[in-house]
């Protein structure tokens, strides 16, 4: 996750032009229904579309960090990182504690919530969590519909719905799979999300604190199961870290699993702190 992953705003272009080039693509590890999920969303046009008008409405129309599919595919793909070294280390995902199924069925339910997560700013940028689970409700089961016979398709669709609607700051999801949607959303800050909009002349400490983030790097902790490393240029990446990622963080149940650890490398800077911790 670079700061080149997220392209800058080009001219443009006809939406059949715009969704043609679209494919997610993420480490599946032989879970055949994720697989099905993924061709089922690859082959769907109109999903492609919702992240389209998502990207148009951020970037183009209100200047503002990325939410394109690529803002999805990084998400997805943080998100499927962080269950795998949370269930390695023996966090029992909530689908497992409560309905008997598996491992393998939590990560199609993160991958359901990071792919439709932001579908609804297709609508508008307020709420639009809430326009996600309209979108999402209508759409998922459909989605699904080869990976799963009732009644397990209800109710991966309803966790998946839960995962959405616990991703904005206020959200309180109370599931495992929930809190990884929400906490792997955060994770999506390197600056590359932010560069439109520091670029363009909005610097306000949302842009700054954004471009001032270089690299996110997520791997197996010691202490906890997951180690979260942010290489910030400039100490205005703190208010990233702390206002936004931990306000996340803080409120996903996963604050016990997750450490983060955040680094100034600028050489001309002066650090008034060597390392800021959550």
């Not at 995902?93 to 939590?106: G, K, N």
């Not at 439709?116 to 699904?144: N, P, W, Y």
């Not at 240029?233 to 206002?243: H, K, L, M, R, Y």
């Amino acid at each position: 996750m670079s700061a080149d992953d997220h392209p800058p705003a080009e001219p443009p272009v006809p939406p059949a032009q715009a969704v043609a080039g679209i494919r997610l693509r993420a480490p599946t590890r032989g879970n055949r229904k994720l697989e099905k999920l993924l061709e089922a969303v690859n082959a769907d046009d109109q999903v492609k579309a919702w992240w389209h008008v998502a990207s148009v409405n951020a970037t183009r129309r209100l200047q503002m960090s990325d939410h394109s599919w690529v803002h999805v595919q990084i998400v997805l793909n943080i998100g499927l990182r962080m269950a795998r070294l949370l269930f390695r280390r023996g966090v029992v995902p909530s689908i497992v504690e409560d309905f008997a199924m598996s491992e393998r069925d939590a990560e199609v339910v993160i991958a359901a919530g990071c792919l439709f997560h932001c579908v609804g700013m297709s609508i508008h940028r307020q709420d639009h969590e809430r326009f996600s689970l309209f979108l999402t409700a209508d759409k998922l089961g459909s989605l699904l519909a080869s990976a799963y016979d009732e009644p397990d398709r209800t109710v991966i669709v309803s966790e998946a719905l839960h995962a959405i609607i616990g991703h904005r700051s206020d959200g309180a999801p109370f599931t495992v799979e929930a809190g990884i949607v929400r906490v792997a959303d955060a994770l999506d800050m390197a600056r590359g999300r932010s560069r439109l909009e520091f670029e363009s002349g909005r610097h306000n400490i949302h842009s700054l604190s954004a471009y001032a983030i270089k690299e996110v790097k997520i791997s197996p902790g010691s202490d906890r199961a997951v180690r979260v490393e942010i290489e910030m240029t400039n100490s205005a990446g703190i208010f990233q870290v702390d206002e936004l990622l931990a306000t996340k963080l803080r409120g996903s149940g996963l604050e016990e699993h997750i450490e983060v650890i955040a680094r100034i490398e600028a050489e001309t800077e002066q650090r008034l702190i060597p390392v800021f911790r959550i």
